[in-house]
């Protein structure tokens, strides 16, 4: 996690430093009028490879015995591992959002955002992004 927040703020960081500086007048007013309003930078979908519990693979288990039809090598093997040759990985999302006060917020979700890069978007009072209404 913290490779990836890293490799995140170091790719904010030229879009940040090629924006002009926040006006002090400009960003108190847009402070008072929405504190969590901002737009998306970057959506980034991020795999993970689900690492298997070692534990569960020292439990005593049943023999298979698999013979393909049509052909090909038979194999045998614990019952425990059959299946288990093909990782498994899960999917999330990292919003990275530049408030209208400057500063950048990043959220991870676990389904597919609604939200793009360029889409004007709010914080909610849970911490969840929505679209900003027009």
Known sequence: MRESLA??????LPAWAADPAPDTKAASSALAACADCGVVRSVKSVKKEIK????????????VATFPL???KPSAGSS???GKDKP?????WEI???LDDGRFRIVTVDE?????????VRFDA???IALRAK
């Open 126 to 128: 849970n911490g969840k």
């Open 88 to 92: 498994e990985f899960s999917e999330t």
């Open 112 to 120: 597919p955002p609604a939200v793009r890069e360029g889409d004007q």
């Open 52 to 63: 298997t519990d070692p534990e569960s693979d020292a439990r005593p288990s049943g023999l």
């Open 70 to 72: 049509g052909g090909g």
């Open 7 to 12: 490799v995140l703020l170091l790719a904010a």
């Open 96 to 98: 990275v959002v530049r």
């Open 80 to 82: 425990a591992k059959v």
